[in-house]
Each structure stands twice: as structure tokens, then as C-alpha cells.
């Protein structure tokens, strides 16, 4: 009379020593979800000191307007002269002491550096441009 000892047999059956995870990562998912949909959305942006406009001249009397280019290699003209850095200086300085100021449209080739750009702009704003705006930007987009 041989007797089988295995532990399935007969008896009371052994307590499952295994948690079970379902909750826990049910509660974890619902966690994750709740984190994402908190997070801010992240902007991409530009801080421009914007002015505010205090005077303006009359409607009839035209803005003057001066048309700053920047070629392919950083060569800057002025109404289509061509001006070194510490000249472009001077003219940003002269303009921002007139009154009312004069528009300044600023054209940067396709080809040239960011960097070119960006020193004008930075030039401007330093010596008190106040307005300042960027033409011809349909040539930078994708078609």
C-alpha cells in the first residue's frame, strides 16, 4: 500500500504566496495618465521687449521707411548702400533720436548665417529702434 505524498492531493490546499499586481498597475496607469494631462505645454518662445506706442503721426503723413538688407555673406545696406557695423551703429542711433521714428525693414537673405541677422537686430534694439520688422519671410517657406 503505497501512498502518494504529493502536495495537490487530498489535504488542505496550500495559501497562493503570489500578490496579485492588476490593482497596482491599474492604479499606476490611471497615475500616469493623470501626469501627463497636468504637465504645462511647453512653449518655444521668442522674449521681445515690444514698445508701446505713445506717439503716432498724423494718418495722412507716410511713415518714413528704411530698408535694411542683409546678403548671403553679411554685407548690410542701408536703402541699398552698403554699410560696415560701426556705421549701421551710428544710422540705428540717429534714427531712434528722430521723431516720430522711421520703420525699419529689415530683409535677410535666404542663405545668410542666423548669426548676421540676429547682430542686427540686437544692434538695433541696443541703440533704441523701436520699430523694426522683418520682410520677405515668404522666401523661407517650404514648398
Do not use: C
Not at 491599474?26 to 501626469?35: A, K, N
Amino acid at each position: 500500500m503505497g501512498m502518494n505524498m504529493s502536495s495537490g492531493s487530498g489535504g488542505d490546499p496550500e495559501p497562493m504566496m503570489e500578490m496579485n499586481m492588476t490593482p497596482m498597475i491599474d492604479v499606476m496607469l490611471v497615475l500616469i495618465i493623470m501626469f501627463i494631462t497636468t504637465l504645462p505645454i511647453a512653449n518655444h518662445a521668442v522674449n521681445l521687449n515690444m514698445p508701446q506706442n505713445t506717439n503716432q503721426p498724423p494718418p495722412d503723413v507716410p511713415p518714413t521707411v528704411v530698408k535694411i538688407d542683409v546678403d548671403f555673406d553679411g554685407t548690410i545696406t542701408w536703402n541699398g548702400e552698403v554699410v560696415n557695423r560701426p556705421q549701421l551703429d551710428d544710422r540705428f542711433v540717429a534714427a531712434a533720436a528722430m521723431n516720430p521714428q522711421p520703420e525699419i525693414h529689415l530683409q535677410p537673405n535666404r542663405l545668410v548665417a542666423y548669426r548676421s541677422v540676429a547682430a542686427v537686430m540686437a544692434s538695433a534694439q541696443s541703440r533704441g529702434i523701436t520699430k523694426l520688422g522683418m520682410i520677405g519671410n515668404e522666401q523661407f517657406l517650404k514648398n
